[in-house]
């Protein structure tokens, strides 16, 4: 795993993992009960669809504790006027020339679709450290390509932002 994570992404896990075995925990412990007293478990479909459930939420706490134990912790500030985690940045794409926007994210908080990229991908790994007017090569498989940073906003890690699941 290894994963780089904040302080506040750590936290979140944590508070997760909490959830996960005062809440979630005791309904799927519920829930099996309730199933097991219908009787015949040989033909019980909610018997199994609890058990799956109950089994889910205590694979799911084992990953985040295990992700926890592995992290390398990160900083996430930076200088005002650089790209860093947290900050959403504005990008002109030289050969497609096309503009987009992107806010740089630890891998666990990563959603392509809501513009949040990872700052291990090749796009952020390119982008930390640099300032408004930088042009900056980004290194793919096949080579690469050229953006350049048209605005920084410096933007705080707020609570709207999901940590993924797996």
Known sequence: MYDKLT???IKKLEEEIEYRKLVVRQEAIEAVKEARAQGDLSE???????????????SRIRYLERMIKTAT???DS???????????????FEEDDE???YKIVTTIRENALEGKISNESPLGKALLGHKVG???????GAG????????????????SDRIRSF
Not at 134 to 140: I, N, S
Request: hydrophobic content about 25%; charged content about 35%; glycine content about 4%.
């Open 144 to 159: 690469g390509y050229y953006v350049e940073i048209r605005s920084i906003e410096n933007t705080t890690d707020d609570d």
């Open 134 to 140: 930088d042009r900056v090569f980004v290194k793919t």
């Open 44 to 58: 019980n479909f909610e018997y199994y669809a609890a058990k799956r459930d109950k089994n889910k939420n205590e």
């Open 99 to 101: 503009l987009e926007t």
């Open 73 to 75: 912790v990160i900083s």
């Open 7 to 9: 302080e506040n992404d």
């Open 78 to 92: 930076s200088n005002a006027d650089e790209v860093g985690l947290h900050n959403t940045v504005q990008v002109y």
